[in-house]
Nanobody
Framework: VQLQASGGGLVQDGGSLRLSCEAS????????MAWFRQAPGNERMIVAA????????RYSETVKGRFRISRINGQNSIYLQMNSLKPEDTAVYYC??????????????????????WGQGTLVTVSS
């Protein structure tokens, strides 16, 4: 499985962006997926995660209420709708996928080590 993330860019404080992540390859199963981000000088951190069926989500406290993760029903493609963006949201955003069959029905995972497939990252810059 390979992941392709897109949708990053430059936006003003308070603006919105939508990131997309599309999986290609052996994608007949619906895997757990997530968005992480890494700001300059910081570690990569969870932003939001979704279960394989898309029925459960989890968010970091810093984005809860502003960001929304969703997936196209039956597909391993996810979106991240980001509203009320702040300069501190500036980071490279990565999508991730857990392709282990045994976890497809598990709750969304927020640990980086739970995911074994990563996209290339897309840069989001929020200007003040």
């Amino acid at each position: 499985v390979q992941l392709q993330a897109s949708g990053g860019g430059l936006v003003q404080d308070g603006g919105s962006l939508r990131l997309s992540c599309e999986a290609s390859g052996s994608t007949f199963r619906r895997y757990r997926m997530a968005w992480f981000r890494q700001a300059p000088g910081n570690e990569r951190m969870i932003v939001a995660a979704v279960s394989g069926r898309g029925t459960a989500t989890r968010y970091s406290e810093t984005v809860k209420g502003r960001f929304r993760i969703s997936r196209i029903n039956g597909q391993n493609s996810i979106y991240l709708q980001m509203n009320s963006l702040k300069p501190e949201d500036t980071a490279v955003y990565y999508c991730a996928l857990d392709d282990r069959v045994a976890t497809t029905n598990n709750a969304p995972a927020t640990g980086e080590d739970e995911y074994n497939t990563w996209g290339q990252g897309t840069l989001v810059t929020v200007s003040s």
